[in-house]
């Protein structure tokens, strides 16, 4: 009887821990959120997740650091890119194909560390700024998010504000940049 107890409750033990690294997709949905004002025009060209370009996670798919993974309903890049494009119309940016200049990313990392009883976001992306007519490279540069801390426990849906927050703080960092402000005021 004592051996069917403790193997009652090892099961259950292993059950609870199994079940709370399932996989989770979380429900984003992007508002533009940043109060830099200036004007530019500019298109808006090619994003990339890196580490799903090298085959680490699936393209819409978060790093992180638990057995389970956690996903978005659309694709890193694609979200990066749309909430890019979102960003500079907020900052008060013309978007269009005829525009000399195009802003390109490239998501460096996408980061959850999720051991443990919290969660540290980290992201990092390098925007560059390319010149249309001969392909030039005008920027080519890396912006980091600040990491930021959340619980762990929750709702998928509890997690769709920190993606937000950490493509917002990449943004942000970027559009504050004065050699970015330097390059689209020519």
């Excluded at 996989?23 to 994003?47: A, E, H, L």
């Excluded at 443990?116 to 890396?142: A, E, F, M, P, Q």
Aim: glycine fraction near 8%; include cysteine; aromatic fraction near 10%.
């Amino acid at each position: 009887m004592k051996s069917r107890i403790h193997a009652n409750m090892i099961f259950g033990a292993i059950a609870v821990i199994l079940l709370s690294g399932c996989s989770v997709t979380i429900p984003v949905s992007y508002t533009p959120q940043n109060f830099i004002r200036y004007q530019g025009r500019t298109d808006v060209g090619r994003f990339v997740y890196e580490p799903a370009e090298r085959g680490k996670v699936k393209p819409n798919q978060i790093q992180n650091t638990a057995i389970a993974g956690i996903y978005i309903a659309v694709n890193v890049a694609d979200l990066v890119q749309r909430s890019t494009a979102l960003e500079l119309e907020k900052t008060g940016f013309m978007i269009g194909d005829n525009y000399p200049l195009q802003v390109c990313g490239n998501v460096l990392e996408f980061k959850a560390d999720d051991l443990g009883y919290s969660v540290t976001w980290s992201y990092s992306i390098r925007y560059k700024i390319l010149r249309k007519s001969d392909s030039s490279v005008l920027l080519n540069k890396v912006y980091t998010a600040e990491p930021k801390k959340t619980g762990k426990f929750g709702s998928a849906a509890d997690f769709g504000p920190s993606v937000n927050e950490m493509i917002l703080s990449g943004y942000e960092k970027f559009i504050r940049d004065q050699e970015v402000r330097t390059i689209f005021s020519r």
